[in-house]
């Protein structure tokens, strides 16, 4: 019952699949792209640990099935980066520890990637609103949200600095 | 001992790994044919189990089993799984068998499971499994169960009173008999959850040409899991590997040895296919054990200058449907109530009381939440009677350092007397009121009230026995590569487990940070092991490390000084390498240590030389670590929608010598978010019927980036003269302490209205009907 | 917790949108995918088939028609908390978009899809509640317009057909210096209200009130205008006598319970939300009550 191909440009990749209508986004880049820093906290929509962009939008991979992002293009928590590097907000997540077990990590990275673009200079208050759609059990927050704070400082110091990488 | 690395703020080794979504978590594990579980559970609280028809589930494309109990291998079939802490005061020392027989006793216990191509196909013909059900009366609330007469939780008990022991010691009638005042409160602690972002999962893989079943599990302690899985299947250990890989956080739920730990390998082996199953949400409301929920009723006796002369009381503890764990947490809450203050005479009666819900065993704190609640309030009430400042009646009554080692008189629940090792609870209580401006708080509470807004400050203090034994083992072994290997049955839920432990190794050894290569959490690795709980590993783990590595690098100067030819004295090791002092052949790597103490085939070894560079140490505690602390909160209070923000938040903690501040502060930080969710917002409800009535995140509200302010931390080090690091536990401190402080904090924000509080979570909706019930709102209305 | 199965339809045209709403059976339609997918990924919801609106593109847009904001049921909550005409022209939605959930469901969410869920302690219909907003049922029998009052019919329930989706919702449009304000009390940022209040106020010169709005949600099956609020306003001076007069009237509503909240709390923040909500109201209008 109910399969359809679908095609998902994930992270620059162009994937295309015939699957169940019902296999959600996430389980679609968990188990068929086998991408699976993309992780799933709670399947209704509040953990937010399965957030990826959409066309450069955050959403819940568990809310939505693969096959309503036929056509899109898909970033996960694999794509912020290139192998064996590190994206500055990841960087600093290590130097101000915002993260423990690092399972609700990838969806606070996308989340925080997606503000500190649509808001280069945000305040703490704009942090920890944009990080309420994401729940972290082991770190209260506080090294996650100093983490976002100092990558949009370093990345509007790299925009001061033409020719800076 | 250098400070090279212990006592470093150094950033982790796990970070790069699952901060680039390369982390291994047991449902990134893919194995060929590997099918996919997903188990059938009670919709009852407690029912007869009449039968089951398997026929419409069974001919769904893509399912390969249905098991029910009767399916499952001898003994695991009518085994109940092993009770972990067995203790003389336990009368109903009953566990749940893996799969139900006969009888369920609370929503969520596994009846079947099904096992499909995938977890889609295997919930649709779980969906079509019909099971018969007769229902029995349920038990919700454990005050009503206590009390003979009622429903039983299991049909077969004429008594739902599982425990009923006392801890006590001096003698609390003289003191009550002549106190000059006596204060009684009756509180209540919710019951919550561990809620790890990760749910529970198991992967199981039986391999026949080794005949070696391997198991993935998100557990804290696979070693243990690997023992009790053996006795239920009937393997030896040694045929079976158990491996915690990344797991996404623990918090207590994921210590105890679950039904589907014994029901997933069973399934692998009877279908020759690797099986997994990923607990969802839902499942982990109803399934993973749970905690707090106690029922205190406690006096206090003072005399006229709030000196305290004892305590007493009675304490309910639901423990749910079983007791995997014994009666271990309100044991542990029972003893933790006189925590950091001299109190002569104490006596605590407690009854634990079984119910229709999923057992109750430890979540962090474990138990002493509830009993600090207990003192905490107590005091904020003498403190309010006698008109003395809250600080000051505590000041009066803190164990001073040099009663240290102070003896409480009593056991503590590692069956040693409960000996506080070290600590110095007046400066610790300093630092935080410091820290807080705790001095100055009644002019900003004034500004702000002229301002109409009301916010209050709250403290509590604990002390908490961590460390717990018997042991944890590490081996150290240098390779030939140069690197050094590190082994240990300590496992990691997020807590940096490798980092520290490779700090210790390699201050001890003298390699590179980055040399260092750690297997946690894999019975493979290292013979024995117990895992996380207790805020134990980095008195246990960390010790034997330290003492492994002091033990290879005697190795190492051994080897270095005759390869050198110097004598050992001349030896220095650092960053992997051997440098000689004098002499003419510099130095030498690890390596080619390793190398060396490789031999060559048959010729002998130097007389004193030993099979390679490595040692293993299981260091064996003689007693707990006792961590200790003192909790500020500042809250602000809508008093018109009883909406409470924690704005600011202090901690002086003492868990003794730092390894390494940066992981140290983020146990506290996670651990006080934990408390503000304790305190404020978790709460997970059941009806008259014991049907869980918050299984999902938007019901059972965990604390979010809003809730939790960054806190102030200060280090207190005293050093514990009992382990060779002179550390303690610094896990669940942050937890334990922080219901008691908010709550605090908020009936001192809402003094204007004389209103006390005795419950967590402390819901807006009872801030305003307690409110209401004080005339608030006459005032504030017309104001 | 995986949805059962479901075959899957993305329609490119409204009328094949429509037409198979008619032909299919057990059919749901997909819009933001925020509600629905969370209640079949608990099976609450099984359907046989679903079908995704997000391809139709003539669903999405903001354009001013005939004195009304029309928005069409598919634009994104995050499109309309950016857009400028819902800035100036309905500033209370703007504001209230905020409310809605998390960034995250908001870039998926759409406004057509949170008012046929009808969620009664949600935001989006509260607005359109309190600004007695127009609904654009279609079908394959055409176009139904379906006043605002009369859209809820209960616990989330809707006066949509069976055969019927939401097209666009017209928001009128108040007379540019009115003064709006949205107070609600969730216990986190971003969940369900436990109460709120929506008020629009247009205040004279003399600072006599020429018309008022004041929806209540979250205490009650559906979004609901006090009435009574409403009636002691209009006419009358605005000041804090006032304002807090009108508000005691939220006391009169019927509260429903439940793990969230008890009645009495309910109407208690009815009444505190409601004199808020007016205030900043009062206060964006030019008034300082």
């Known amino acids: 019952m109910g399969k359809q191909a679908t095609r998902v440009i994930v992270n620059g990749k162009s994937h295309a699949r015939v699957i169940d209508a019902r296999l959600t986004l996430a389980d679609f880049l968990r188990h068929e792209l086998n991408l699976t820093g993309t ?43 290139p192998e064996g590097q590190l994206s500055v907000l990841q960087q600093a997540f290590i130097d101000n520890h915002g993260l423990q077990c690092g399972f609700c990590t990838p969806g606070m990275l996308m989340t925080l990637t997606e503000l500190l673009r649509d808001t280069p200079a945000p305040s703490e208050q704009d942090v920890r609103e944009a990080l309420t759609g994401n729940l972290c059990r082991c770190t209260g927050y506080a090294g996650i949200v100093a983490a976002a704070l100092d990558a949009a400082q370093r990345l509007r110091g790299a925009l001061a600095k033409p020719g800076s990488p | 001992m250098g400070a090279k690395h212990f ?72 085994t109940a799984l092993p009770l972990l802490l067995p203790n003389p005061a336990l009368n109903v020392p009953r566990t749940q068998t893996a799969l139900a027989r006969g009888e369920v006793c609370y929503v969520g216990q596994a009846v079947a499971v099904v096992v499909a191509d995938t977890r889609y196909i295997a919930e649709d013909a779980a969906a079509a499994l019909i099971v018969h059900y007769e229902a ?259 000041r009066r009554n803190l164990i001073r350092p040099e009663q240290m ?70 081996t150290v072994r240098v390779l030939p590569s140069g690197k050094v290997a590190v082994a240990t049955g300590a496992t990691s839920q997020g807590q940096g487990t490798r980092t520290t432990l490779s700090q210790i190794v390699a201050e001890a050894v003298g390699c590179r940070l980055d040399d260092v290569v750690m297997t946690v959490g894999d019975t493979a690795a290292i013979s024995q092991g117990v895992g996380a709980f207790a805020s134990r590993q980095a008195v246990n783990a960390g010790s034997s490390a330290h003492v492994a590595g002091q033990a290879v690098r005697q190795q190492l100067i051994a080897l270095a000084a005759r390869a050198l030819d110097v004598s050992e004295t001349d030896i220095d090791l650092e960053d992997g390498l051997a440098t000689a002092q004098r002499g003419n052949k510099p130095s030498i790597a690890f390596g080619d240590l390793a190398r060396l103490a490789q031999g060559i085939p048959g010729v002998s070894l130097p007389v004193g030389q030993s099979a390679g560079i490595e040692h293993t140490a299981y260091y064996t505690p003689t007693q707990a670590a006792y961590c200790s602390g003192t909790h500020v909160a500042e809250v602000q209070v809508d008093a018109m929608t009883g909406g409470v923000k924690v704005i600011r938040y202090t901690v002086a903690h003492d868990s003794g010598r730092v390894i390494n501040p940066l992981i140290v502060d983020g146990q506290v930080q996670g651990g006080v978010a934990h408390g503000i969710g304790n305190a404020l917002l978790e709460w997970m409800q059941y009806d008259a019927n014991a049907q869980p009535l918050t299984t999902s995140f938007a019901d059972y509200m965990l604390p979010m980036a809003t809730d939790v302010p960054t806190c102030a931390i200060a280090h207190v080090e005293t050093v514990n003269p009992l382990n060779p690091l002179g550390v303690k536990g610094a896990g669940e401190g942050g937890t334990i302490p922080a219901p008691a402080a908010i709550v605090a904090a908020i009936e001192d924000a809402l003094a204007p209205f004389n209103v006390r509080f005795a419950e967590t979570p402390l819901t807006p909706e009872r801030i305003v009907a307690t409110l209401r019930a004080a005339g608030a709102y006459d005032r504030l209305f017309a104001g | 917790m995986k949805p059962a199965p479901f075959d899957y339809h993305a329609p490119r045209q409204l009328k094949d949108a429509a037409e198979l709403l008619v032909r299919l059976p057990n059919a749901k339609l997909l819009a933001g995918g925020q509600s629905l997918v969370p209640m079949m990924n608990f099976r609450y919801v099984i359907v046989d088939h679903l079908i995704d609106l997000g391809r139709l593109d003539e669903l999405r847009g903001v354009a001013v028609v005939e004195g009304a904001l029309r928005i069409g049921a598919m634009t994104r909550q995050r499109d309309l908390e950016f857009s400028p005409e819902v800035a100036k022209h309905c500033p209370l939605l703007a504001e209230a978009l905020r409310h809605v959930g998390h960034r995250q469901t908001r870039n998926r969410g759409t406004i057509g899809g949170s008012l046929a869920h009808a969620d009664p302690a949600a935001e989006l219909p509260a607005v359109c509640a309190a600004y007695d907003a127009t609904v654009h049922a279609l079908s394959v029998r055409g176009i139904r317009r379906i006043a605002f009052r009369e859209f809820c019919t209960g616990f989330m329930a809707t006066a949509l057909a069976p055969d019927e989706m939401i097209a666009a919702i017209d928001l009128p449009i108040w007379r540019l210096g009115h003064g709006h304000g949205f107070h609600e009390f969730s216990r986190r940022q971003g969940d369900f209200a436990i109460a709120g209040a929506a008020a629009l106020l247009d205040v004279g010169a003399d600072n006599v009130v020429r018309r008022a709005a004041l929806t209540v949600f979250g205490v009650a099956t559906a979004p609901l205008r006090v009435e009574a609020a409403e009636a002691r306003l209009a006419g009358k001076p605005l000041d804090t006598a006032a304002i807090r007069a009108a508000a005691a009237a939220a006391w009169l509503i019927e509260p429903i319970s439940d793990i969230h909240a008890g009645g009495d709390y309910r109407r208690h923040l009815a009444q505190v939300l409601s004199a808020r909500a007016l205030n900043d109201a009062a206060r964006r209008a030019g008034v300082e009550a």
């Not at chain 2, 809620?195 to 026949?208: G, N, Q, S, W």
């Not at chain 2, 029901?263 to 409301?285: M, N, Q, T």
Request: glycine share 10%; aromatic share 6%; with cysteine.
């Open chain 2, 136 to 394: 029995l009366p349920a038990v919700a609330d454990c005050r009503a169960a206590a009390e003979a007469g009622g429903p039983g939780a299991h049909s077969d008990l004429t008594t739902n009173v599982a425990s009923t022991f006392s801890l006590a010691y001096g003698d609390t009638d003289a003191a009550f008999a002549d106190a000059a005042h006596v204060f009684r409160e009756e509180l209540w602690q919710h019951r919550g959850g561990g809620m790890a972002i990760e749910t529970r999962a198991v992967l199981a893989h039986h391999e026949p040409v080794s005949d070696l079943l391997t198991v993935w599990s998100g557990t804290q302690t696979p070693h243990i899991g690997r023992r009790m899985l053996a006795d239920l299947i009937g393997r030896d250990l040694q045929s079976i590997r158990m491996i915690a890989p990344d797991v996404g956080g623990g918090f207590g739920p994921k210590a105890i040895f679950y039904p589907e730990e014994a029901v997933i390998p069973a399934a692998a082996l009877k279908l020759g296919r690797p099986v997994k199953w990923i607990e969802d949400r839902r499942e982990h409301f109803l399934c993973a054990t749970q905690e707090r929920d106690q029922y205190w009723d406690v006096a206090i006796a003072v005399d006229d200058e709030a000196k305290i002369l004892g305590l007493r009381g009675r304490m309910l503890h639901d423990t749910g449907a079983y007791v995997p764990w014994g009666i271990v947490m309100p044991y542990i809450a029972a003893s933790t109530v006189p925590g950091p203050y001299v109190v002569p005479s104490y006596q605590l009666e407690t009854v634990v009381v079984l119910t229709n819900k999923v057992p109750t065993t430890p979540v962090r704190g474990a138990g002493r939440p509830q009993a600090v609640f207990a003192m905490e309030r107590l005091i904020d009430r003498v403190a309010h009677e006698l008109k003395i400042d809250r600080a000051e009646v505590r």
């Open chain 1, 39 to 81: 992780h799933l906290g709670c399947e209704h929509g509040v953990c937010g640990a399965c957030t990826v962009l959409v066309d450069g939008r955050t959403a819940r991979s568990c809310l939505m099935f693969a096959v309503q992002a036929n056509g899109c293009a898909v970033t996960t928590v694999e794509g912020l980066a």
């Open chain 2, 7 to 78: 006592g470093a703020r150094v950033t982790r080794l796990e970070d790069p790994a699952l901060l680039a979504g390369r982390g291994r978590f047991v449902d990134d594990v893919k194995l060929p044919g590997l099918l996919h579980a997903c188990f059938v559970r009670s919709p009852h609280a407690h029912a007869k189990l009449r039968g089951c028809d398997a026929r419409a589930a069974l001919i769904m494309p893509g399912v390969h089993a249905v098991m029910t109990a009767d399916d499952l291998p001898e003994p695991m079939r009518d």
């Open chain 2, 405 to 474: 080692p102070y003896e409480v008189g009593l056991i503590f629940r590692d069956g040693k007397p409960l000996v506080y090792d070290s600590g110095d609870y007046p400066r610790g209580q300093d630092q935080a009121l410091a820290l807080a401006d705790y001095d100055d708080f009644r002019e900003r509470q004034k500004a702000a009230l002229e301002q109409g807004r009301f916010i209050g400050i709250g403290l509590a203090n604990y002390v908490e026995g961590t460390g717990l034994g018997p042991f944890e083992g590490v």
